[in-house]
């Protein structure tokens, strides 16, 4: 069974930081591209970073310089590092585990969300 649970969200004010977590199991993760998505609310659930399983990565534009996608493959875990945020960041932050492969396919495992709440 696969599982794919999110934690790391709260309340920041803007300028703050945040470390998000996924830790994923039921599936061989060092071989999986993981990819973070974000949904603000009325909005698209857009992608915000992806990491490969040899640790290419993939920033969309607005959090680049900002943001930072890590994986620990022994903790089968992988971070999103935000700085500097922005109240435009607010949103739920989704992760998926990719389909095996060298680049980033989004696939049918999601976790649940954690909020993420940028005051200004």
């Known amino acids: 069974q696969v599982q794919v649970v999110e934690s790391g969200g709260g309340l920041v004010q803007a300028g703050g930081s945040l470390r998000l977590s996924c830790a994923a199991s039921g599936i061989l993760f060092s071989s999986r591209p993981m990819g973070w998505y974000r949904q603000a609310p009325g909005k698209q659930r857009e992608l915000v970073a992806t990491i490969s399983s040899a640790g290419k990565i993939y920033y969309t534009t607005s959090v680049k310089g900002r943001f930072t996608i890590s994986r620990d493959n022994v903790r089968n875990t992988v971070y999103l590092q935000m700085n500097s945020l922005k109240p435009e960041d607010t949103a739920v932050y989704y992760c998926?585990?990719?389909?095996?492969?060298?680049?980033?396919?989004?696939?049918?495992?999601w976790g649940q969300g954690t909020q993420v709440t940028v005051s200004s």
């Open positions: 998926n585990a990719g389909r095996s492969g060298d680049y980033f396919t989004p696939s049918d495992y």
